[in-house]
């Protein structure tokens, strides 16, 4: 634990050297930009609209964030030689490989907090609110958006045992783009009885392998008070477990990659 916990914390360290940081500062300007203009709208309106922006950005920004700072992990320590020098030491390489999501991981979540804390304050400024249930409903969203993208981030590093970033960044925002936007449709393709069988298998093994990042898109209570979900704490249990072992699968795929690779 000690080698893993000394790897994670590297990797942080790089992270926000990185200047990662930045990108939230620049959102933050933008969002302060954005935000007056919606004094046009109703109050009920703008409200809505202001949810939606916020949550939004928060959520956009985080699944870039999660992706650039993954998809270089593996692929800079080999162009830098660096790896050599780390396994060289007793450290195995499930042991690095582990270590550097850890380390994305703990980034992501630093990066995530501020760009919430950050968008939240604009809010309670735009809003003049102080009212706790409101930015209660607000936080709970971005905790689920976390989880979501400590799934994508895995996802990431499991690519980038074999390919390059740049084939790793659109392979792990493709993976994110049809968990969220088209697995409803593989699933609706995958029990359709009228369709080709070979098409009907393909969706369903889509449908199976591929995350659903839909699960954690829980937006819609905050933004809308009349919706909720039943057994809200239940839910977010069961949707933290199903992250947790599709990690879990992920980085074991990308150790036992990893471990047959030459570097």
């Known amino acids: 634990m000690t080698a893993i916990w000394s790897i994670?914390?590297?990797?942080?360290?790089e992270a926000i050297r990185r200047r990662v940081l930045l990108v939230i500062l620049l959102i933050g300007i933008l969002f302060l930009v954005i935000a007056p203009g919606l004094e046009a709208l109703s109050p009920r309106q703008e409200i809505t609209v202001l949810k939606?922006?916020?949550?939004?950005?928060?959520?956009l920004t985080s699944a870039v964030i999660a992706i650039v700072l993954t998809v270089y992990l593996i692929p800079n320590e080999i162009e830098r030689r660096t790896i050599y020098t780390i396994l060289s030491k007793p450290v195995l390489r499930?042991?690095?490989?582990?270590?550097?999501?850890?380390g994305a991981v703990l980034a992501l979540g630093l990066m995530m907090a501020l760009m919430t804390g950050a968008l939240?304050?604009?809010?309670?400024?735009?809003?003049d609110t102080r009212d706790l249930a409101t930015l209660g409903e607000m936080v709970r969203?971005?905790?689920?958006?976390?989880?979501?993208?400590?799934?994508?981030?895995?996802?990431?590093?499991?690519?980038?045992?074999?390919?390059s970033p740049i084939v790793n960044f659109f392979l792990a925002g493709?993976?994110?783009?049809?968990?969220?936007?088209?697995?409803?449709?593989?699933?609706?393709?995958?029990?359709?009885?009228?369709?080709?069988?070979?098409?009907?298998?393909?969706?369903?093994?889509?449908?199976?392998?591929?995350?659903?990042?839909?699960?954690?898109?829980?937006?819609n209570t905050a933004i809308?008070?009349?919706?909720?979900?039943?057994?809200?704490?239940?839910?977010?249990?069961?949707?933290t477990g199903y992250a947790l072992f599709y990690i879990a699968a992920l980085l074991a795929g990308a150790i036992l990659i990893f471990d047959r690779r030459e570097v």
């Open 8 to 13: 994670a914390r590297t990797t942080l360290n």
């Open 52 to 59: 939606s922006l916020t949550l939004g950005v928060i959520q």
């Open 94 to 102: 499930w042991q690095f490989l582990v270590g550097k999501y850890l």
């Open 120 to 127: 939240l304050l604009v809010f309670m400024i735009m809003q």
């Open 141 to 163: 969203v971005p905790f689920m958006f976390f989880v979501q993208m400590s799934l994508l981030a895995a996802v990431a590093v499991f690519f980038s045992t074999f390919v």
């Open 174 to 219: 493709g993976v994110y783009l049809v968990g969220t936007v088209f697995n409803s449709l593989f699933q609706v393709l995958s029990e359709n009885k009228d369709i080709n069988p070979l098409v009907k298998s393909a969706a369903g093994l889509v449908h199976a392998v591929i995350p659903n990042f839909q699960y954690f898109n829980v937006q």
């Open 224 to 239: 809308n008070p009349g919706q909720g979900i039943q057994s809200e704490s239940l839910y977010y249990l069961q949707m």
